[in-house]
């Protein structure tokens, strides 16, 4: 009897330790994975930005290296961490609109100056002026102040996170009856159970950074047939 309990007790500290490990290479591979794509979402950003001006046959065949060279990290930096690299089928997919003539009203939460740059380029190249803030608390301030179509939600923001800010905007939605406002992850933390984790603070969507700017402008298209539908994802 003795021996049983003991080899129980082993038994139980063997299979603390191996979640213990295995938390701890979770979150060794997320900031892994964080920490890359963040500079290589300023890299593709503009990247992309630039492919829609008007380049010489010489600077557009540079930027395609560029391009492709940016892509081939991406891919091993996904193969590191366990993120699929088989992205989704996207159809060519316009910028969205409003349902009015009036334009499309966005709020962004970016606390890194390359990404904020980036986000501005892309959607300033469709007609879209964000208004972009530094951080969550700054983000319910705004949320708070004006009327908004969509969301854009970082997630590794200062004074508060991006989990935190839409919790705060989901519970006074709540006590206020205010219409529920679209928020869609725009973070370079794209692991699976990252992604769950948005989910369940209240996000309606997520777009992986570095940003692709045909799954930019899908996802905001989702979240705006959502906030029409009255749905919540």
């Keep these: ?8 007790e082993t038994d139980g500290r063997v299979a603390a330790d191996m979640d213990a490990a295995d938390r701890a290479r979770r979150l060794f591979l997320a900031k892994l994975s964080h920490d890359i794509r963040t500079p ?12 829609a001006d008007e380049l010489t046959e010489a600077q557009r065949a540079r930027l395609e ?6 892509e081939a990290l991406l891919v091993i930096l996904n193969d590191v961490v366990g993120v699929s690299n088989v992205e989704p089928a996207i159809a060519e997919v316009s910028p969205p609109a409003a349902s ?7 709020l962004a939460a970016e606390d890194n100056a390359v990404n904020q740059v980036v986000l501005r380029a892309l959607l300033e190249q469709a007609g879209i002026e964000p208004f972009i803030v530094d951080d969550g608390a700054a ?32 519970a006074a939605e709540r006590t206020s009856g205010r219409r529920r406002t679209p928020i869609v992850a725009l973070t370079a933390g794209a692991m699976a159970h990252q992604v769950a984790e ?3 603070a209240g996000m309606d969507g997520f777009i992986a950074k570095p940003i692709r700017v045909e ?3 899908s996802g905001l298209e989702a979240a ?8 919540a994802a």
């Excluded at 009897?1 to 129980?8: I, T």
């Excluded at 009015?100 to 966005?106: F, N, Q």
């Excluded at 969301?151 to 705060?168: E, F, H, W, Y």
């Design 1 to 8: 009897m003795a021996q049983d309990h003991r080899n129980a």
């Design 215 to 217: 799954a930019l402008f």
């Design 139 to 170: 983000a319910v301030d705004a949320w708070q102040a004006g009327a908004w179509d969509v969301i854009l939600m970082d997630v590794q923001m200062p004074i508060m996170d991006g989990p935190s800010a839409t919790r705060a905007i989901r």
């Design 198 to 200: 948005y989910a369940a």
């Design 40 to 51: 290589l979402n300023g890299v593709l950003g503009m990247a992309q930005a630039m492919a």
């Design 100 to 106: 009015s003539d009036r334009p499309l009203r966005i």
């Design 224 to 231: 705006l047939e959502l906030a029409e539908a009255g749905v």
């Design 65 to 70: 290296t560029l391009r492709r060279s940016g």
